[in-house]
């Protein structure tokens, strides 16, 4: 059964062009929560009342999802920063292979239309392509709560036995890569409209997993932690109102990198420290970054310098900050090592980042860098999010100026990197709108 898909999307064009050798300095407000309002997006397609998300990244992901959720009959509008849907008169329960193929949350969504309309069909998902993924740990919650699959090459047709979910036991944890993020809240939407109390076991606790309970449980869905175990007890309505998204974790890391690898600061104004989980915290720590409380936000600087470190990715640590925290360590005098655990590969920065002089090698997971490595002007590509994202990293460091191809990337998960880059003094050459 093959429950993977390796979209490879056009890279636009356009490219930014980044002239090195500036210290940033300033103060930025870092957006919502890219991963965590994907999965949000899904979850509101279960309110019974109309639901409004506040804080929203202003990205193309966010205008895709926002196209699904109309098109299979929830429809929803975004304003700024506010994501707003209205509950579905009717359900279209196929989500369109054009769409689909754009993001990596495609089952999630999926699983919620399931659970709504009892049937769904949608294409293997999409997103950064820089590996194979397997969906197997969602589809397992799919027929643990009583569906019936088809599954090709392209495309996975699910059927429940009757209109909703029947309460289950799942469990999120894969053979190799720990507790599946994505399953872990494919299962808590198909068990939010069980009748009866669900259990997923090795259920994954990062934000994104926490953020969407409290969600679920506000509208009045049960949900209780225990041990190893999370219980879920489902609903025939669920409420809708107001929710916050947190800031992007993700996106004060890159800017703290970004920072710390000219040697200048950033003072992250609307992100306290305790959005950085501890063991990221950490990491940045091991990095040479400090994350000083300031005035309600944090200020991350790196007064000695970047530190080689040696360590591993998880759930708590972030894959998504790993190819930024590559080309840091580009900067950090001594061998660092990086062991993905999450993805089976993710190097796709390491051959860009050689390009512009960095001593940096993949041995399968794991990443190897030497520095401090001097960084040369060059013409690169960055095939993903978190790529191209390090390779802007990368190119405040080197001489001359970069020129950096698929900001579309960038646009899917900043909504105004580069811009705040500016604001703090990069010397950038912003892509025609």
């Known amino acids: 059964m093959q429950t993977t898909n390796d979209p490879r999307p056009t890279i636009d064009v356009q490219a930014v062009r980044v002239t090195g050798g500036r210290r940033l300095h300033g103060a930025a407000a870092v957006q919502g929560s890219k991963n965590i309002a994907l999965h949000l997006y899904a979850a509101a397609q279960l309110a019974d009342e109309p639901l409004t998300l506040t804080g929203i990244p202003e990205i193309l992901d ?37 769409l689909g193929s754009r993001i990596r949350t495609t089952v ?17 998902p999409g997103g950064d392509a820089f590996c194979h993924r397997l969906i197997d740990r969602h589809l397992a919650a799919m027929q643990a709560a009583g569906a019936t699959l088809e599954v090709s090459d392209t495309h996975v047709e699910a059927r429940l036995r009757g209109r909703a979910p029947e309460p289950f ?20 939407l ?5 009748p009866g109390t669900s259990t997923i076991l090795n259920p994954n606790t990062e934000p994104e997993v926490l953020e969407t309970a409290s969600l679920l449980a506000s509208g009045g869905v049960g949900i209780t932690w225990e041990g190893s175990a999370l219980r879920v007890t489902g609903t025939d309505r669920i409420t809708g109102g107001v929710f916050p998204v947190p800031p992007d974790r993700l996106e004060a890391a890159t800017l703290a990198m970004a920072a710390a690898i000219t040697g200048g600061t ?30 309600g936000g944090t200020l991350a600087r790196c007064p ?27 900067q950090a005098p001594g061998t660092s090592r990086i062991e993905e655990r999450i993805y089976t590969s993710r ?3 390491v051959s860009p980042l050689r390009s512009l002089g960095a001593a940096v090698r993949a041995d399968g997971p794991t990443i190897t860098v030497h520095g401090p490595s001097p960084l040369t ?57």
């Open 62 to 98: 966010t205008q895709v999802c926002a196209e699904i959720l109309t098109l299979t009959g929830t429809p929803a509008t975004i304003t700024c920063d506010r994501f707003e849907t209205t509950p579905a008169a009717v359900w279209h329960p196929g989500i369109p292979d054009q």
């Open 108 to 124: 999630v969504m999926a699983a919620a239309l399931l659970a709504r309309a009892g049937q769904v069909r949608f294409p293997l």
């Open 169 to 188: 036991t799942t469990d999120a944890m894969t053979q190799k890569w720990g507790p599946s993020l994505g399953a872990t809240v494919t299962a808590m």
């Open 190 to 194: 198909l068990a939010a409209r069980a």
């Open 266 to 295: 950033v003072h992250l104004t609307n992100v306290p420290a305790t959005t950085f989980p501890a063991a990221l915290t950490a990491l940045l720590g091991d990095a040479g970054i400090e994350l000083v409380p300031t005035g």
């Open 304 to 330: 000695a310098g970047p530190r080689p470190v040696h360590t591993a990715t998880t759930s708590a640590t972030c894959t998504d900050v790993q190819p930024q925290l590559t080309a840091l360590l580009t």
């Open 347 to 349: 190097t796709t920065h």
């Open 377 to 433: 002007a060059a013409d690169v590509t960055g095939p993903d999010i978190r790529a191209a994202a390090a390779l802007v990293i990368a190119a405040l460091a080197a001489e001359g100026t970069t020129t950096i191809h698929g900001t579309y990337h960038l646009h899917r998960g900043y909504s105004h990197l580069l811009p705040k880059l500016t604001a703090l003094g990069a010397h950038l050459t912003l892509p025609q709108a």
